[in-house]
C-alpha cells in the first residue's frame, strides 16, 4: 500500500509539481495517474522512490514512511518502468532482467531460473536472453523493461507511460497481457499516463491531475463517469464520456429480455403473432439447437408456411455476458434492430438486451 | 643556467626575426590547410556521389593520419630534400582525414525533410547541393577547418628537425643556446596563433551563416 | 629512390645495427619502456578525474577547454622547454608527455559518461543501485568506447611524440632519426622514421584489439564511432 499526505512539490525555479496530494493506493490495485502534459504525473510517481523528494507531506510505503528509508533499500523493493525503457546497452537481456536480484545477492541458479522464467512470463522467446537490446524491438524493449522491473517480485510497481512509445497496435497488446499478468501477480501499481482511454482501460482507480499538480479528482474508471466532481473532469473525459462507461459495464450486469423469439419450424402465422404481442415489426429465429439464424421481417413472412421457408437475415454481432454494453450499443447498430442478441459460449440464445435498457444504464 | 626565464630585451631586440618566423608559421599553416581542403573536397563530393569510395577514402587518410609527424617529415627528405615541400605534403596529408570526413558528416547531416523540399520545388542536383547543402554544411566543415588548423599550427613546429619549423626555428634556437627566452617567445605565439585562427573561423562561420546568429 | 631502399635493407640486415646500447632492440625497448610509463601514468590521473567530473557532471565545460588548449600546444616545444628548465632526464620527458596526454583522456573519458543515455542511469538508480553501483555497473561499462577509445589515441600520440625524448639527449628510436639527421646520414634517419612508425601502428592494432574485448557486444556500433571520434579530436604530434 502506497499513501499520499499531503503531499507538495514545489521545485527551486517554483513551479509546483504536486499541490497538497493526499491519496491512498490501496494493496494489489492498479492506480492510474492522468492528466495534461506538465500536470505533475512523473514528479509524483518519482517521489514514491524518492528519485524527487518532496517539498511538504509525507509518502508511506507499506505502513513506512518512505523518508526514513534509504534510498536504494527502498529502490530495491519497488519495480520502476519507464517509457524510455532505459535498458543497459552493454548487458544481454539475460543480464538486464538479473540487474535487481544480483544487486540483492541471488546465486547464479536462482537467477537463471527467474530470469527463464520471466521472459516467458512477459511473452518473449527465450532466444532473446542472449541478444543485446539495441537487436529488439520497441515493443520487446518494452516487455524486457516489464520483466527486469518484475524481476525480485516487488511487491509495489511504478510504471511511467510504460507504453507509451509503442504503436498503437502493439500497444493494445501489452496493455491486455499487463492486465492479465497483473489479475494474477495482485501488485500494488502507481502507473501514469496520458491517455484517458488507457488509463480508463488499465485503472482500478484514477487520479486526474490537472496543471499545477492539483488532484481533481481520485475514484474508480466507473464513478468517475457517472459522477464527474467538475468541469475539468468532464473536459478530460472527453465527449465520448457515455461511450467510455458503457465499455465499463459488462453485459451481464443489465436485464436481457427474451425477445420475440420463434423456431424455424413455427408457422408464419404463429411468428406474426409473437411479434405483434411484443411490439415488433420483426422476429428472431433460431433453430432446434437454440442457434441462431437471424431475423425475418413481418412483411416477409406473408404468404409464407414456415417460417424457415421466409427470408432470413443473418447478425453479424452477438454478445456474451463478459463483453460490455459497448460491444451491445455496436451490435444494435449494425442490426437496425433496437437490440443486441446475447448468446452463451457455444453460440446459444440466451435472449436481447434492449436499447432501453441501455438507455435506462446511463441515466 | 644562471640567466633569468626570460628575458625582455632579446624579444624587442629581435622582433624582426621573431615577426619573420611567425609569417613564415602563418605559411606553413594556411598553405598545408588550403591544399588540404581542395583536396578533401572534391573527395566529399565524390563521396556522397558515389558511397562506396567513402570507407575506403576515409581508411586511406585515416593511415596516413596515424603515421608518427616526424616519421613522415623525414620519409619525405628522399623525395623533397631539405625543401619547404617536405613540410608542405605531409601537413596537407595530415589535414585530409579531419576535413574529408567533416565535410561529407556536414552534407549528409542536412535534414531529408529540407533536401526532398529542395527537390520538390525543382533544384537540379549540383544547384541543390551548392545552394543549399552546402551552407546548411558550413558549421561542420568550418568545425573540421577550426581542428584541422589548430592540429597544423601544433605540427608546423616540429619541421623545424628538417630545416623549416617558421616558429619552431626559436624554439631549436632557445634550445641549443640553452636559452629559455626564444623557447617560450615561440611557445606563447604558437599557442596565441592556434587561438587566433580558431576564433577567426569561427567568426567566418558567423557570417557564413547568418541564420543560426540568436535574434537581437 | 633504389639506392634508398637498397640501403635501408643494408641497414636492416647489419647486424651491428642489432646489437649493444644503440641496436634497434635495446632502442625499441627504450622507446617502449618511456611510453609504457607514460601511459600509464596518464591514466592513472586522468581516468579517476573524468570518471568523477563525467559522474558529477561538474567541470565539464572546463575540462574540454583545457584539452582543446592542450590541442594548440606543440609537444615538441614543451618537451625542449621542460628539458632546459629541469634539466636532462627521463622525469622532464614524461611529464611533457602525460601532462599533454592527460586532457584528452579526460576529455573522452568525461564524453563518454556524459553519452549514456539518461534513461539508463534513471533506471538504474531507480532499481536501487548506489552511486559507486551505478557508476561501476552501468556508466563506466557503457562509457567504455570513449574510454578506451581516449586511451587508444593518447598512447598512439605518446608513442609517436616520445620519439622527442632523444632531441633531448635521451634514447629511444628517435636517437636514429636526430642522430642520422646530425650527420646527414639519411639511412638511419628513414630507418628510425620506419621504425616509429610501426611501433606507433602496432600500439594502434593492440589497444584496438583491447578495445574490442573490453567492451560490450551491445556497444561495438557505438566503439567504432567513439574512436574515429577521439581519433580527430584529441590529437597532437
Ligand atoms: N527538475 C525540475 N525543475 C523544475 N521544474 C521541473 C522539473 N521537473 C519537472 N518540472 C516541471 O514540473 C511540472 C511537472 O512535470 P512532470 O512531473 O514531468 O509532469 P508530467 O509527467 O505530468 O508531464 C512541469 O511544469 C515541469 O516543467
Ligand atoms: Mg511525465
Known amino acids: 500500500m502506497i499513501t499520499f499526505e499531503s503531499v507538495t512539490k514545489r521545485y527551486a525555479d517554483g513551479t509546483v509539481a504536486a499541490d497538497d496530494v493526499s491519496f491512498e493506493v490501496p494493496e494489489g490495485e492498479l492506480v492510474v495517474l492522468v492528466g495534461p502534459s506538465g500536470c505533475g504525473k512523473t514528479t509524483t510517481l518519482r517521489m514514491v522512490n524518492r528519485m524527487i523528494e518532496p517539498t511538504d507531506g509525507r509518502i508511506t510505503v507499506n505502513g513506512e514512511d518512505a523518508a526514513s528509508v534509504p534510498a536504494p533499500r527502498l529502490r530495491r523493493d519497488i519495480g520502476y518502468v519507464i517509457q524510455q525503457v532505459g535498458l543497459f546497452p552493454h548487458l544481454t537481456i539475460a543480464d538486464n532482467v538479473a540487474t535487481v536480484p544480483s544487486l540483492i545477492g541471488w546465486d547464479k541458479e536462482r537467477i537463471g531460473e527467474r530470469v527463464e522464467e520471466l521472459i516467458n512470463t512477459v511473452g518473449l522467446s527465450q532466444e532473446v536472453a542472449s541478444r543485446y537490446p539495441r537487436q529488439l524491438s520497441g515493443g520487446q524493449q518494452q516487455r524486457v523493461g516489464v520483466a527486469r522491473a518484475l524481476a525480485a517480485d516487488p511487491p509495489i510497481m511504478l510504471m511511467d507511460e510504460p507504453f507509451g512509445a509503442v504503436d498503437p497496435i502493439v ?8 492486465l492479465r499478468l497483473q489479475r494474477e501477480l495482485k501488485k500494488t501499481i502507481l502507473f501514469v499516463t496520458h491517455d484517458i482511454d488507457e488509463a480508463m482501460k488499465m485503472g482500478d482507480r484514477i487520479a486526474i491531475f490537472n496543471v499545477g499538480g492539483i488532484l481533481e479528482q481520485y475514484a474508480t474508471p466507473t464513478d468517475l463517469l457517472a459522477t464527474p466532481a467538475n468541469d475539468f473532469v468532464v473536459d478530460f473525459l472527453g465527449a465520448e464520456r457515455n461511450l467510455k462507461r458503457l465499455a465499463l459495464i459488462p453485459v451481464s450486469a443489465v436485464e436481457h429480455e427474451i425477445g420475440p423469439l420463434v423456431s424455424e419450424d413455427d ?85 436481447v438486451v434492449t436499447h432501453n435498457t441501455l438507455t435506462g444504464e446511463l441515466k | 643556467m644562471a640567466q633569468s626565464l626570460f628575458d625582455w630585451s632579446w624579444v624587442l631586440d629581435n622582433l624582426g626575426e621573431i615577426w619573420a618566423q611567425l609569417a613564415e608559421h602563418i605559411v606553413l599553416t594556411v598553405v598545408p590547410v588550403g591544399l588540404g581542403f581542395l583536396m578533401a573536397f572534391p573527395m566529399a563530393l565524390a563521396s556522397i556521389r558515389w558511397p562506396r569510395l567513402y570507407s575506403p577514402l576515409l581508411g586511406v587518410a585515416g593511415i596516413l593520419f596515424s603515421i608518427p609527424t616526424l616519421a613522415l617529415f623525414v620519409v619525405m627528405i628522399p623525395f623533397t630534400g631539405l625543401s619547404k615541400a617536405t613540410a608542405i605534403i605531409p601537413l596537407t596529408l595530415y589535414t585530409l582525414l579531419i576535413l574529408l570526413r567533416n565535410t561529407v558528416e556536414g552534407l549528409k547531416g542536412v535534414p531529408s525533410h529540407v533536401r526532398e523540399a529542395a527537390e520538390a520545388m525543382g533544384y537540379t542536383r549540383t544547384r541543390q547541393l551548392f545552394r543549399i547543402e552546402l551552407p546548411l554544411a558550413v558549421p561542420v566543415i568550418i568545425a573540421g577547418l577550426r581542428i584541422a588548423t589548430v592540429n597544423t599550427i601544433a605540427y608546423v613546429a616540429i619541421t623545424a628537425l628538417i630545416g623549416q619549423g617558421g616558429l619552431g626555428n626559436l624554439f631549436m634556437d632557445g634550445f641549443l643556446r640553452q636559452y629559455p627566452t626564444p623557447l617560450i617567445v615561440g611557445l606563447v605565439l604558437s599557442v596565441l596563433l592556434a587561438v587566433a585562427a580558431d576564433l577567426g573561423l569561427l567568426g567566418v562561420q558567423h557570417v557564413l551563416t547568418p541564420w543560426q546568429r540568436d535574434p537581437g | 629512390m633504389i639506392e ?32 609504457v610509463l607514460a601511459i600509464i601514468l596518464a591514466v592513472v590521473i586522468a581516468q579517476p578525474i573524468g570518471i568523477l567530473i563525467g559522474h558529477t557532471g561538474r567541470g565539464g565545460a572546463l575540462a574540454i577547454n583545457l584539452s582543446n588548449a592542450a590541442r594548440a600546444v606543440p609537444t615538441f616545444g614543451v618537451i625542449l622547454l621542460t628539458f632546459l628548465v629541469a634539466g636532462i632526464g627521463l622525469v622532464p620527458v614524461l611529464v611533457a608527455l602525460v601532462v599533454l596526454a592527460v586532457p584528452s583522456m579526460i576529455t573522452n573519458t568525461y564524453a563518454g559518461f556524459r553519452a549514456v543515455d539518461r534513461d539508463v542511469r534513471d533506471s538504474a538508480e531507480g532499481m536501487g543501485m548506489t552511486g559507486w553501483q551505478v557508476v561501476r555497473r552501468v556508466e563506466i561499462p557503457v562509457a567504455m568506447p570513449l574510454i578506451m577509445a581516449g586511451v587508444r589515441i593518447s598512447a598512439v600520440q605518446i608513442v609517436a611524440t616520445a620519439t622527442f625524448a632523444a632531441v633531448v639527449s ?6 636514429y632519426i636526430i642522430d642520422g ?28 584489439r583491447l578495445q574490442t574485448l573490453v567492451v560490450s557486444d551491445g556497444l561495438q556500433a557505438e566503439s567504432e564511432e567513439a574512436s574515429m571520434e577521439a581519433k580527430l579530436e584529441g590529437s597532437t604530434g
Open chain 1, 267 to 351: 408457422s408464419s402465422s404463429r411468428a406474426q403473432e409473437v411479434a405483434r404481442e411484443s411490439g415488433t415489426d420483426w422476429v428472431l429465429v433460431t433453430d432446434t439447437e437454440k442457434q441462431v439464424k437471424g431475423w425475418v421481417s413481418i412483411n416477409d413472412l406473408d404468404g409464407q408456411g414456415t417460417v424457415g421457408e421466409a427470408e432470413i437475415q443473418p447478425f453479424d454481432t452477438f454478445v456474451t455476458q463478459d463483453e460490455s454494453l459497448r460491444a451491445a450499443l455496436d451490435g444494435m447498430v449494425e442490426s437496425h434492430l433496437n437490440v443486441a442478441v446475447r448468446v452463451d459460449g457455444d453460440g446459444r440464445y440466451e435472449g
Open chain 3, 181 to 208: 639527421l646530425a650527420q646527414r646520414d639519411l639511412t638511419e634517419v628513414l630507418a628510425g622514421a620506419i621504425l616509429v612508425a610501426a611501433l606507433s601502428l602496432l600500439t594502434e592494432l593492440g589497444l584496438s
Open chain 3, 4 to 35: 634508398v631502399i637498397t640501403d635501408l635493407v643494408a641497414w636492416f640486415a647489419d647486424p651491428v645495427n642489432w646489437q649493444g646500447p644503440s641496436g634497434v632492440p635495446a632502442r625499441v625497448l627504450e622507446h617502449i619502456w618511456y611510453s
Open chain 3, 170 to 175: 635521451l634514447g629511444g628510436l628517435g636517437r
Open chain 1, 171 to 178: 500497444r493494445e497488446s501489452l496493455q491486455d497481457e499487463f
